[in-house]
């Protein structure tokens, strides 16, 4: 019907994924272009949406772009470190024990998540893991510990729509391709408006303060290894 209004939230899911692993949801959306309907479309990013217009020529009669500026990290992080992968995890080891709130670790397959899972587990009290497909069941597991320390890991399934303890901590355990993805998994940090940190493999934030030496001489008194 010409009056029905479809909402799409998180759009650049749709594109990202049906550009790859899950085409149906690109198919969803060329269909629903294809319709004489209002469509209304949410994200907190919009790189992408330039070439989404270009790639698929899609028709728009009538195109409303509001920009609130959410491309950015808004509270800034206390500080931001990139990483090799081998300092990565070294460093991932000291946080783990000095991080006085929750750490979340992002992952880039499933297989790692349940490796890493299995690991920390181990050695740690509190430790949760989140995959694809997994968000409502772990939004109830959590939900009695989002005022205590907690190392959630995950794929980016919990970059967006589901509520977490105060995370001080965020280690990106790989290299991320699409800004929008960094962005918005950073940005799980600081909606308390509490000092963060970043920890990554590359990384998409301009204003990089690098301040690991004074951080280190701290760690390095107390432990390197677990």
């Excluded at 009538?62 to 995890?89: A, M, R, W």
């Excluded at 965020?170 to 950073?186: C, G, P, R, S, T």
């Amino acid at each position: 019907k010409k009056n029905a209004v479809f909402v799409i939230d998180e759009i650049h899911l749709f594109y990202y994924w049906g550009q790859s692993f899950r085409p149906y949801l690109q198919d969803l959306i060329e269909i629903l272009f294809s319709l004489e309907v209002k469509i209304l479309m949410l994200t907190a990013t919009f790189s992408f949406f330039d070439e989404l217009l270009f790639q698929q020529s899609l028709t728009l009669n009538t195109l409303y772009v509001l920009d609130y500026q959410n491309k950015s990290l808004g509270f800034l992080p206390e500080y931001h470190c990139k990483y090799s992968k081998i300092l990565l995890i070294l460093r991932l080891k000291i946080q783990l024990y000095l991080s006085e709130r929750s750490l979340l670790i992002f992952c880039q397959t499933r297989n790692e998540v349940d490796d890493c899972y299995a690991y920390l587990s181990k050695k740690f009290k509190n430790v949760f893991q989140c995959k694809g497909g997994e968000t409502v069941e772990f939004q109830k597991n959590i939900e009695d510990f989002l005022n205590k320390k907690v190392i959630i890991i995950s794929t980016i399934a919990l970059s967006h729509g589901v509520n977490l303890p105060s995370i001080s901590d965020v280690f990106i355990l790989y290299k991320v391709e699409q800004e929008d993805f960094w962005i918005q998994m950073v940005r799980r940090a600081g909606r308390d408006k509490k000092s963060y940190k970043i920890f990554s493999r590359n990384s998409f934030y301009k204003s990089d303060k690098l301040s690991d030496i004074k951080f280190l001489g701290v760690a390095f008194k107390k432990w390197l290894f677990f």
